[in-house]
């Protein structure tokens, strides 16, 4: 077989797979007899119509299994024709036998690439015989050829469609599924840093200081409702719990709940330049989430950290975010999945971020968020 035949033969069936019934395929099965015993009824000068009417009418149930098994389907209604068409020396000439057309594209729509094979050889085959048999006006030659045409035509296009749309759906999920993880990354992981941090100093204070204690408990017991509170809000975004009302998107005013203090952790100091007011809701979530995500590696990971600095500008050309903390310096490192979620987020917006070492000590996460991406 050459390559391009070869790749045809094992190509897979159509996507998303066929349903095996539809009301229509009963219907079909039910209308088609009743149509050919009319049209014999009519045509009392159609050769061989007694014949052929039972013929066509005991190969309709065909159509019942043409989506999930076209070639064999195909080869069994074009193979009876064609041993009557021997037999009696000439085509049927009743109209009821186009709906033979509904197996062809079947298998183009549905079936595999040998199905699709397949098929095209037993159609031109029976086209073939249809020649042999008795002379044949090139007219409908032509308008033979042109109805295969368009029928093959018409499968190919709703296959295609078909396969795209499920292409679509599959990216779709896939982009759910990668906002749900930065999401629960950003929200839930900050919360749950938070905890570990104040648990640390309720150890070391726990023995000198029991009424501090209380208070970093009282810190995460706030914590852990808020983690609660956001895991049953995504939970019932899932869900689509009917009368939820989803929670607004994080605000640039919110970034001042990242700058509550917290015992045994630095400092978080924020400044807000520029027409914050003017940054889209969109934006502005996703500014919060990166600094959010800032902060928290932030309280984390850096070492003899005493202050995290957020800046945040907005102006004309767009707006810059900055996280810097002034811990140890730290080394190159590799980019979990915080950074990752970041990086996606702003760049899905059109922007960049980068995250690394600050000089003189500390790291910086910077991320810029140009206004030509505010509209998306």
Known sequence: MTSPV??????????PP???RVWRDWALVGVIPVIALIEVALRPDVPWRVLWVVVLVAIVPTLLWRRTRPALMLAIAFGATAVVTVVTGSDSQLVTTAYLLILVYAAVRWGTGRAMLLGATIVLASFL???????????DVIGSVAVLAM???????????????????????????????RDLHDTVAHHVSAIAIQAQAGTAVAAADPDAAVEVLRVIEGEASRTLAEMRSIVRVLRREEGHELAPSPAIADLRQL????????VVDLQLTGDIEAVPPTIAATVYRLAQEGVTNARRHARNATRIDVLVHADDAGIRLDVRDDGDPAASAAPGYGI?????????????????????GG????????RSGWST
């Open 151 to 181: 029928t093959t035509t018409l499968g190919v296009a709703f296959r295609g469609r078909a396969a795209a749309r499920a292409r679509e759906l599959d990216r779709v999920k896939l982009q759910e599924r990668e906002q749900l993880a």
């Open 6 to 15: 070869r790749a045809m033969w094992d190509a897979p069936a159509a996507t």
């Open 18 to 20: 066929p349903p095996r």
């Open 259 to 266: 700058a509550r203090p917290e015992s045994g952790g630095p």
């Open 363 to 370: 790291w910086v996460v910077t991320a810029v968020l140009p």
């Open 129 to 139: 015989l249809s020649l042999l048999l008795g002379p044949v006006l090139p007219s």
């Open 340 to 360: 990752t979620g970041m990086i996606e987020r702003a760049t899905l917006l059109g922007g960049t971020c980068q995250a690394g070492p600050a000089p003189g």
